[in-house]
C-alpha cells in the first residue's frame, strides 16, 4: 500500500510533536503490521518565538511563520498538514491559504469523535488563547456541540501549567490533582465529556482521571492523519 505522506508543523511544544511521531508510527505499524511506519516530514519551529508572538498578539506574524514552514512541507513532499498544536489553529486559515495541499484540521477530527460518542455538551481545556478566543470554541459550536469553560481562576491555573511545566517537560502530580477538580467542576456545570484542547494535557491527564468520556486531541488527529494517509 502507497501511504501520502504527511507534513508536521511541529516544535509547539516538541514534548507533544514527540507525541504525535510517536503515535503515528505507533498507529501505521498496526495498520499494516511488520516494519511499516509513518511516511512523514517535519518542520519544527523554535517554541520560544512563536511563544512571544502570542504574547504579544502578533498573530499576523505568527501565521507568517507557519505558512513559511507549510510551504517548504510541501516542497519536501507532503500531501497534507497537521499543525501539532491546537492553539495554533488560530492562524489555520493563513497556513491554509499558503499551500496547494490539504490542512486536516484538528478540532474537526475531535469534533468528529465527541459525535461518534454520542455526546453532545463538551468542557474544553486549553491555553487561554484556545479556551478564550473564539477560533477553536466557534468551530465545535458550528459542528453542533455546546462547550463549557472552566471559571477564570481555572482557566488562569490550567494556562499556566501547560506553558510552566508541560511545555518544559515537567509532569507534576499536585497538578494533575488540580486538573481533575476542573474536570469535576466542569462534570458538575453539565458537561458530559471534555476535550484536552491542548497537545500537552496528554501528558499530564488520561481517562482515569475523569468521570467523564476525555477527548485526547493529539491521539484523534493522529488517527484521522492515519487513516486519511492509508485511504
Not at 477564570?152 to 501547560?162: G, L, M, N, S, T
Request: charged share 25%; glycine share 8%.
Amino acid at each position: 500500500m502507497r501511504q501520502r505522506v504527511i507534513g508536521l508543523l511541529g516544535g509547539m511544544s516538541w514534548e507533544s510533536s514527540a507525541e504525535y511521531y510517536r503515535l503515528l508510527n505507533e498507529l501505521v505499524a498496526a495498520r499494516l503490521g511488520g516494519l511499516h511506519s509513518a511516511r512523514c516530514v517535519l518542520a519544527s519551529l523554535d517554541f520560544a518565538e512563536v511563544e512571544r508572538m502570542q504574547a504579544d498578539g502578533d498573530w499576523a506574524a505568527a501565521g507568517e511563520l507557519l505558512a513559511g514552514a507549510a510551504r517548504g512541507l510541501e516542497a519536501a513532499g507532503a500531501e497534507f498538514l497537521l499543525v501539532c498544536t491546537n492553539t495554533m489553529h488560530k492562524v489555520a486559515d493563513v497556513v491554509q491559504a499558503a499551500v496547494s495541499i490539504p490542512l486536516l484540521h484538528l478540532a474537526d477530527a475531535t469534533a468528529e469523535a465527541v459525535h461518534a460518542a454520542g455526546i453532545g455538551t463538551v468542557g474544553l481545556l486549553g491555553t487561554a488563547f484556545t479556551m478564550e478566543q473564539d477560533f477553536y470554541r466557534e468551530r465545535l459550536e458550528r459542528q453542533g456541540l455546546s462547550v463549557l469553560l472552566p471559571g477564570a481562576r481555572d482557566r488562569a491555573e490550567v494556562h499556566r501549567v501547560i506553558y510552566e511545566e508541560l511545555c518544559r517537560g515537567r509532569v507534576l502530580a499536585e497538578s494533575r490533582a488540580y486538573y481533575r477538580t476542573v474536570i469535576e467542576r466542569l462534570t458538575e456545570a453539565g458537561a458530559q465529556g471534555v476535550i484536552l484542547g491542548c497537545t500537552e494535557i496528554e501528558l499530564l491527564i488520561t481517562q482515569s482521571d475523569s468521570p467523564i468520556p476525555v477527548f485526547p486531541t493529539t491521539r484523534l488527529h493522529a488517527e484521522a492523519a492515519v487513516r486519511r494517509a492509508l485511504e
